[in-house]
Each structure stands twice: as C-alpha cells, then as structure tokens.
T-cell receptor, first 113, second 108 residues
C-alpha cells in the first residue's frame, strides 16, 4: 500500500540544539500531519498542513516548532531549540486520496538529553 | 474535553475468543478510521469507515453516525492481534482526533 517515509528513525541530540525531522508523504497526497506520542501515552495532534500553509495547530505546537514543505520535497518538522520534554516519537501522516484515508510513517524517535 | 472515547481501555482474551471494541464521539464527524499499533510501532490503517459496516478478514467495523459510535469486532482472536487499537475521528478542516486506544492482549 501507500508508504509514508520518515527520516531518521532515531535522533539523539543535546537540549538546546536544533533538530529537523523529515517526512516523505504519499506522492499524490495533499494534507500532511505531525503527531507526537510519548511512550505509553496517547497519540497527540501537533499540526496539519495544506497548500503550503499550516491549517490548524494544537497547543503542543510550541513557538519553537515550525513546519514546511519547500518545493514539494520533504515535509519537515523543525524544533529550535529543543527541550527535554520534546523527547517522544513523532509520527508524520498524509491523506488526500479518494477516501481521505490517513497513512502514517514509522515515526522518528527523538531523544533530547 | 475528550472528543473521542474508547472502551474498554484494556482487554485480555484467550486465543479464539471474540472482541468488541467501542469508540464513542461527542461531535459530528466527516469520517472515522480504525488503526492498529504494535508497541513501539507505527499505525496501520484497518478501516476507513465513515458509516455502515465493513469487513476485512476476521475484522468488522460498524459506524452508526446518528448514535455517534463506531465499533471494531475481532473474531477468533489470535496472539498476533495483541497491540493497541485506536479510533480516529475526522471533523472538518481535516483535523483528526484520536481516542486513548484499547490495549488488547491475546493469550495462547
């Protein structure tokens, strides 16, 4: 089936550094999402993105977060600067096919030390 | 408040037993989707089911919009069915809300 690819699978950084999480969504999809999941906890919505713009974001989407998809390349989530509480698995998802089914990537595990 | 509520929160079955997982939502919806997640794994879409009943192998999903509920039935459970089952509600603006999930353990 359709695949959403996330790179890297695991990222370890020091608190205060910048990190960029990359997502290659399904090729004909138009809507892109980031979700955050702390181990053992609920999947939490961060942001959705359409036509080059943020459509909606949650209160978890702090000022230190930003998203973009320059020239149809990777859909990225940038955190600058990172904080300890940013440690989590970040899932990218895309939708936009005929059924609007949501497809998820395998996640990027972010560890902030 | 919580827009999507799942029950039960956890469920333990003996292999071969059936399971009925529930998802109730407090708002109107455009669509409902069921996902499966292994511990530490990604989400796999099981059903995109905005209304009615859909079947896939041993799985059946039924969404009744006017009653604001969706169910996932697993028949003849197997140990490999163990994991977390999540329902997700899509409202307008492609905003998608997840329930807290049902943790299923199927024992041999």
């Amino acid at each position: 089936g359709p695949k959403v690819l996330q790179i890297p699978s695991h990222q370890i950084i020091d608190m205060g550094q910048m990190v960029t999480l990359n997502c290659d969504p399904v090729s004909n999809h138009l809507y892109f999402y980031w979700y955050k999941q702390i181990l053992g906890q609920q999947m939490e919505f961060l942001v959705n993105f359409y036509n080059g713009k943020v459509m909606e974001k949650s209160k978890l989407f702090k000022d230190q977060f930003s998203v973009e998809r320059p020239d149809g390349s990777y859909f990225t989530l940038k955190i600058q600067p990172t904080a300890l509480e940013d440690s989590a698995v970040y899932f990218c998802a895309s939708s936009g096919g005929s059924q609007n089914t949501l497809y998820f990537g395998a996640g990027t595990r972010l560890s902030v030390l | 408040g919580q827009q999507v509520q799942q029950s039960p929160a956890s469920l333990v079955l003996q292999e071969g037993e059936n399971a009925e997982l529930q998802c109730n939502f407090s708002t109107s919806l455009n669509s409902m989707q069921w996902f499966y997640q292994r511990p530490g794994g990604s989400l796999v879409s099981l059903f995109y089911n905005p209304s009615g009943t859909k079947h896939s192998g041993r799985l059946t999903s039924t969404t009744v919009i006017k009653e604001r509920r969706s169910s996932l039935h697993i028949s003849s459970s197997q140990t490999t069915d163990s994991g977390t089952y999540l329902c997700a509600l899509e409202r307008g603006n492609n905003r998608i809300f997840f329930g807290d999930g049902t943790q299923l353990v199927v024992k041999p």
